[in-house]
């Protein structure tokens, strides 16, 4: 009798144990299905203004924010190779970011579009200087980066996508920055 009375006693108690939790409610700004869960993000915010530092060539840390920024619309070489060693390509295209960066007292304006699967901001940014340099053209036009999801629009300008891919090819044309790598040529 005492086992059946442990046995319903312990029973009663390991339910809320192994309880479900309840299903998160998702937004639109998440990333898709297969990533990370972006929602402990929060909401994703519509502009950012503030203090930002090159992490590598594409990616900016804000002052304050806590997602990273990826810039909408560039690919730059990775900072760091498969075996963790930092890469000559990686640095010249994070001191290139940091020197557009440094134009400006590393104020920025960023407008987000989504969360990528690393849950970082993907923005289009530039720079807060009362000219507003697009720093992902400018990295691409120093020829530190190129053109990366081009087939995606911004909503607020249509031709930003054609407008990076003209600075690609000239930079390209003229060998600039990092091309002559990309390209084979020593």
Same mark, same amino acid.
């Given at each position: 009798?005492?086992?059946?009375?442990?046995?319903?006693?312990?029973?009663?108690?390991?339910?809320?144990?192994?309880?479900?939790?309840?299903?998160?409610?998702?937004?639109?700004?998440?990333?898709?299905?297969?990533?990370?869960?972006?929602?402990?993000?929060?909401?994703?915010?519509?502009?950012?203004?503030?203090?930002?530092?090159?992490?590598?060539?594409?990616?900016?840390?804000?002052?304050?924010?806590?997602?990273?920024?990826?810039?909408?619309?560039?690919?730059?070489?990775?900072?760091?190779?498969?075996?963790?060693? !930092? #890469?000559? +390509?990686?640095? $010249?295209?994070?001191? /290139?970011?940091?020197?557009?960066?440094? %134009?400006?007292?590393?104020?920025? *304006?960023?407008?987000?579009?989504?969360?990528?699967?690393?849950?970082?901001?993907?923005?289009?940014?530039?720079?807060?200087?009362?000219?507003?340099?697009?720093?992902?053209?400018?990295?691409?036009?120093?020829?530190?980066?190129?053109?990366?999801?081009?087939?995606?629009?911004?909503?607020? !300008? #249509?031709? +930003?996508?054609? $407008?990076?891919?003209? /600075?690609?090819?000239?930079?390209?044309? %003229?060998?600039?920055?990092?091309? *002559?790598?990309?390209?084979?040529?020593?």
């Amino acid at each position: 009798m005492k086992s059946v009375f442990l046995a319903a006693a312990l029973a009663a108690v390991a339910v809320p144990a192994i309880a479900q939790p309840a299903p998160r409610k998702t937004t639109t700004t998440t990333a898709p299905s297969d990533g990370p869960d972006c929602a402990a993000m929060g909401a994703l915010p519509a502009t950012w203004d503030g203090h930002a530092y090159a992490l590598d060539g594409a990616t900016l840390a804000g002052v304050g924010l806590k997602p990273h920024v990826r810039i909408w619309g560039i690919q730059a070489p990775e900072l760091r190779d498969a075996t963790r060693a !930092e #890469s000559v +390509a990686g640095m $010249r295209a994070r001191a /290139a970011l940091e020197d557009l960066l440094e %134009q400006a007292g590393h104020k920025v *304006k960023c407008r987000a579009t989504k969360f990528d699967r690393s849950c970082r901001i993907v923005a289009q940014c530039s720079l807060d200087d009362g000219k507003g340099g697009d720093i992902g053209g400018g990295m691409i036009a120093a020829g530190m980066a190129y053109g990366f999801s081009l087939d995606e629009t911004l909503p607020w !300008e #249509s031709r +930003a996508s054609q $407008r990076y891919a003209t /600075a690609e090819a000239e930079a390209r044309k %003229q060998r600039q920055g990092l091309w *002559k790598e990309w390209l084979g040529e020593k």
